[in-house]
Each structure stands twice: as C-alpha cells, then as structure tokens.
C-alpha cells in the first residue's frame, strides 16, 4: 500500500512559496534558487527532517516537529489563537533561515534574524534558571527565588503565549503555590550537594543531546559518555540516600535519551517510554511523600518539563527530568 505523501509534498510547495519572499545578497542569489530546488523532506517519527544541498553541495539537514505546522485544520481557523496559515509561514520562515543562514537569507522587515548563539548551543537555558531557583531557594532568600521565577516564567511565555489572559492565569498558576512554597519550607543547606549533582547529571546528558545533533558524535558513543561521567558523578557524592537519588535521575534519563533514536522498534520505544514516565512519577512521589510542601512546586516542574520537551531547543524525552531538579529544595 502506497504511503500518502500529501503533507510532504505540501510542506516542499510552503517551503518553496514561502522561500520567494524572502531577502538574500544580490551575489547569493542565483546559489540559494539552485539549492532551493535541491530541497527534499523525509518523514522522521514525530519530526519533518528538511535537507537541501549547499554551496559546497554538501547536504545540510533540518530537523522541526510535524506539530508546527498545521495542513488539515481540524477545527475553523478562528478558533486557532493563530491563524493556522500565519503558523505555518512563521515555521516555514524558522526552517530556512537554519537551512540557508550561509547564503544570509532575511525576512522583510525585520531587523535581526533568529541566530544559534554558541553560548545557546551549549548551555541548557531552562535547566539553569531551574537550578538558580533551587540553590537560592536552599539558602532560604524567598523573595531572590521569586524573583528568578517571575523572570523565568515571562522570558519563556513571551514567545509562546499569544493570550494575555492564558498567559496571566498560567503564571499565576505556578507563582502563587510556588510564593506558598518559599514561605513554609525551611530548606537545609546539606540539600545543595544533590541539588549541584542533578544539575550536572542533567547537564551533561543535554549537552551530548545536543552535540549529537549536530551529528558530531554516534549515539552509542554519547551513551557511554554520558554513563560515564553521570557514574563518577554519583561516586564522588557523599551521602549514600543522594547517591541513591541521583542514581534513579541516571536512569530516568538514559532511558529518555534511548526513546526517540530510530533503531529502536515501536514496540520496545513504547515500554521504554513508560518505563521512563513510571520512573519519573516515582521520583517525584518520593520527594513529596520527604517533604509534603514540594507538593506546591509540581505546577512549576510540570510547566519546565513540558516546555523543554517539546518547545525547547533539542527536544528529548529525558528532559522531562529537568523540571524535577527543584525537588532537591
């Protein structure tokens, strides 16, 4: 049976139509229409990975989730809180200034482009606000540890919210148990070497997610990396319930950077990632059951999860884990 091919074949006429209205150098002009047509889309799991052939005619890779674009409304545009045809080009617009950055591709009118920073390359922006709120909060400085959430929850809303009510109503839904939180907990400071070590065995997972990204290093190779710096981690920490703890943060997240690599069958991918979700679920019931105020932190670490995973940059499973680094309060 012949697959449809219809959203592929849409996406390619968006790409190339949106493609046409966009800015480029006079002497880069004639390169970037010849790799325009160069243009192919594959059908990745969950995500459309968009190449095309470059100067060098080397083919340079995309990869953007299916849910940014909307081909089959299935409800009328005006009940979208944006029109799916203005998503659609903003999507379309993201994937070719990252596909043609080299040919200096703008789009009219506006001033700067989106630009991969080498400091946004590498460092896990959320994770680090995450853990900024947690060792503030260790030190027992309520209102410095509100002040980093109010600022976290507007820089990271800004872009994603268009409703200023839903906007609202969401921060206020994480600020207020939060601010309650702050108030009646009374935090150790013996609390700050798991807190340090979950940030690093975080860290060190989102950064190989992303080098592997990058296609620099093989997937069996970033696993033995990261088990291994993770595992000497976990040796040189003290306290036998933190090397306990930080130990089921490992798995959590191996597992989660195993569910979306494309050798692993539908079958096993859909244990593993229940695995994963059980794991994580227990993890947070066991720092609740310790400590019944970090109850009041769930709408924050639900909020962080979910943002990283599937709106962040190098989106994977195992950052689901990141929201939970607050739990070591």
Known sequence: MTRDKSREKSLLFLLSTVS????????????????????????????????AEISNENRKNVEISKDRFIFYPVK???????????????SAQEVLLDLFAEYGVQVPGKKSQPTQSKFSMFIPINLLWVGLFSVVSIYSLPLLSFAILLVHLFATTSRHYVSSLRRWSLIASITIPALVFLTLNH??????EVAYSQIGILFIFDLVIRIESEEKSKP???????????????????????????TLMMVIVAIGYLVPKRNIGKSLRNVLLLV????????IAASVIA???????????????????????????????????????
Not at 187 to 192: E, M
Request: aromatic share 8%; glycine share 4%; proline share 5%.
């Open 20 to 51: 046409r209205s966009l800015e480029i150098e006079p002497e880069n002009r004639k390169r970037f229409r010849e790799s325009i047509a160069t243009l192919q889309i594959r059908d990745s799991d969950g995500e459309w990975n968009i190449s």
């Open 76 to 90: 009328s545009a005006a009940r979208y809180e944006v029109n799916p045809a203005v998503i659609n080009k903003n």
């Open 187 to 192: 935090p150790k400071l013996d609390n700050l």
């Open 220 to 246: 069996v190779k970033a696993l033995i990396i990261m088990i291994a710096l993770t595992s000497l981690t976990i040796l040189f920490t003290g306290q036998t319930d933190a090397r306990t703890l930080l």
């Open 276 to 283: 994963h979700l059980s794991l994580l679920a227990c993890f």
């Open 291 to 329: 400590n019944p105020y970090k109850a009041l932190l769930i709408p924050y670490l639900i909020y962080v999860s979910l943002f990283e995973t599937f709106l962040g940059d190098n989106r994977n499973p195992s950052k689901l884990a990141f929201g939970a680094v607050c739990l070591a309060i």
